[in-house]
């Protein structure tokens, strides 16, 4: 085996930041649908389509959880989307938050994009 790689007991389970992100999203899918279905969003194709995209989250964040390449790539692109939604929220209304909670899903997107993560995933 080359120097250059760990044993594969070094790469196996769970990193902490990978933990932290998987909860953070599962909680942010969870208010969201809820705010969905009390009608939040409206009651049109906006409401169905923020739950539809709750729900993908969801198990998204489950099949990382599982260290499945799949769930690594669903819980990446939320990431992704999330932060452009935030940096587009913020670009509309000027609403200081906004940019903080985009750049906190930027920064989880660039966690998630590391070699250390994709290298623990089957």
């Known amino acids: 085996m080359p120097a250059s790689t760990p044993p594969p007991s070094e790469t196996a389970g769970l990193l902490p930041g990978m933990a932290l992100i998987a909860m953070y999203l599962l909680l942010m899918a969870m208010l969201n649908a809820f705010a969905a279905l009390r009608g939040t969003f409206g009651t049109g194709a906006a409401k169905d389509s ?10 998204g964040v489950f099949g990382l959880l599982r260290l499945r390449r799949w769930g690594w790539a669903v819980v990446t692109a939320g990431c992704l989307l999330m932060a452009a939604g935030y940096f ?9 938050p906004y940019i903080i909670q985009g750049l906190f899903a930027l ?11 994709r290298d623990r995933l089957r």
């Open 88 to 96: 587009y929220g913020y670009h509309r209304t000027r609403i200081a």
């Open 107 to 117: 920064v989880f997107f660039l966690y998630l994009s590391r070699t250390e993560v």
């Open 50 to 59: 923020i739950f539809a995209v709750c729900t993908l989250l969801a198990v």
